[in-house]
Every structure is written in C-alpha cells, then in structure tokens.
C-alpha cells in the first residue's frame, strides 16, 4: 500500500503532519492510523480466511485464474516473447549469442570439419618442413 513511498516523501508527510495537528496532537493521530490500519487488515484476513473455510477447495480454484491473470498482467512484451517463443532463452536480447551457435561453431557459420588430424592430449603436431 505505501510500497513506493520514499524516505523523503515520509519526512514531508511528517513534517506536514507536525505543522497541521501540532506536536501535542500527532503522537495520538499516528497511534489511531496504526490501529486503523491494523484493524482493516485483520478485517480483510478475517474476510479471506472466512471464504477458505466456507468454499473449502473451490476457494483455490477461484484463485488459480486470478493468480495466472496477475502473473500475465505483470510481464512485459519481452518477458512474454521470451517465456512463450524462446523457451525461456534471452540470449537474443542480451547480444550474447556465443554459447548458443549452432553446431557448437563460433562464428556463426555452420560447423564444417577441421583438415588438421585430431591427436590425443599432450600430443604435438608433427613439423612440416615445407611449411616454412
């Protein structure tokens, strides 16, 4: 509910606060927001935990579309293209296309056979004199 208030907003609010009701005033106008505030709460859990009780399992049923609509309702076109169409994989996005080339290549083109033999580890390629 006040999730976005800052701390400067707070010391305004405050600061208003003090100027409007007066310093002999405000300790008791901050304790009765407090209980009110605690009061709609309890309220509302009271209200929520009654209609758990009443609709037993139906209770959740209700809640899983609300749930599903608030997770859609949360993400962006990027979220959803990368969710749906790129499984998950935001490389495209990022630039970072290195660890997804195709056929394991490293510049983009398809992976054609090395004309250098393959040796077994610790192995140096033998000199070829024709080559200098």
């Known amino acids: 509910m006040f999730g976005n ?4 907003e707070l010391v305004i609010l405050l600061v208003a606060a003090l100027v409007i009701l007066g310093p002999d005033r405000l300790p ?7 209980k009110s505030l605690r009061q709609v709460k309890d309220y ?4 929520s935990q009654q209609l758990k009780d009443e609709l037993g399992t139906d209770f959740e049923d209700l809640r899983k579309p609300l749930a599903d609509l608030n997770q859609l309702r949360g993400m962006t076109p990027r979220a959803v293209i990368t969710k749906h169409l790129l499984d998950g994989d935001d490389s495209i996005f990022t630039g970072n296309f290195d660890s997804k080339k195709p056929n394991g290549s490293s510049n983009g083109a398809p992976n054609t056979p ?5 040796l077994p580890p610790g192995q140096t390629p033998p000199i070829d004199a024709d080559a200098t």
């Open 114 to 118: 090395s004309l250098e033999k393959k």
């Open 44 to 47: 509302a859990n009271g209200a």
């Open 5 to 8: 208030i800052g701390w400067g």
């Open 28 to 34: 008791g106008a901050i304790s009765w927001v407090t």
